[in-house]
């Protein structure tokens, strides 16, 4: 592969479990809603008004509020995680040993610019990526394929050439949509969830896993 996308929440960083407490916490106790956990993680991917549309429908709020809600969502993640905040095992190296080996990286993400930010700066792993998409840089969400297929057009890339790592079942989708194959990090869904899929090519719980350890050497 020439090329690696990554999304970001879930499977660079396993902080799935913090956005799900958030979202609940918000849905529930501000916005009068009555939500399980086991409701609300499928819902976990696209933009954050897409999520309150899925929740509560269309008519419940105005584009502002949503937006307004969405930033009142990240604050409280963010204070959360931070102490927790980390790459998962594998990843600093392999990120290390893709970038010497001269293979083109992107994040792909439905994460608004604020919460890449916090996580590449933190870290400081900004260095490493040559492009990267956030929800603020596509009209459709996963599983459509823009996130990726703009990827791969700023990276210059054949889609075909790129490999997404990814965490979620409808990002695999939107991986397969662009014409790319995945492998997936087990953080938040369990292997037969993605059962459907025809362009998973390998499942990991990190990134010291030995399939993807050769896949930048």
Known sequence: ?????FDLNGTMI?????????????????????FTWEEVKPQMYGKNPEVLVRMFGPDRFTMEEMNRLSLEKEKKYQQE?????????????FLESAYQKGIQ???????IPFNIDFVLDNLNIRH?????????????SK?????????????????????????VPKGAEAAANAGMKTVIITTT?????????????????????QFIKDLAL
């Open 1 to 5: 592969m020439k090329a690696f996308i």
């Open 14 to 34: 396993n902080d799935m479990p913090y956005h799900t407490k958030a979202w609940q916490n918000l849905l529930n106790f501000e916005l009068g809603g009555n």
């Open 81 to 93: 995680f931070l102490p927790y905040l980390e790459l998962l095992p594998g990843l600093h190296e």
């Open 105 to 111: 990286m992107a994040i792909g993400s439905a994460a």
């Open 128 to 140: 490493y990526f040559e492009a990267i998409v956030s929800a603020d840089d596509v009209e459709l």
């Open 143 to 167: 599983p459509h394929p823009e996130t990726f297929l703009k990827a791969a057009k700023l990276l210059g890339v054949a889609p075909e050439d790129c490999l997404v790592f990814e965490d």
């Open 189 to 209: 869904h369990r292997p037969g969830e993605f059962k459907y899929l025809p362009n998973v090519l390998h499942f990991a719980e990190d990134f010291s896993d």
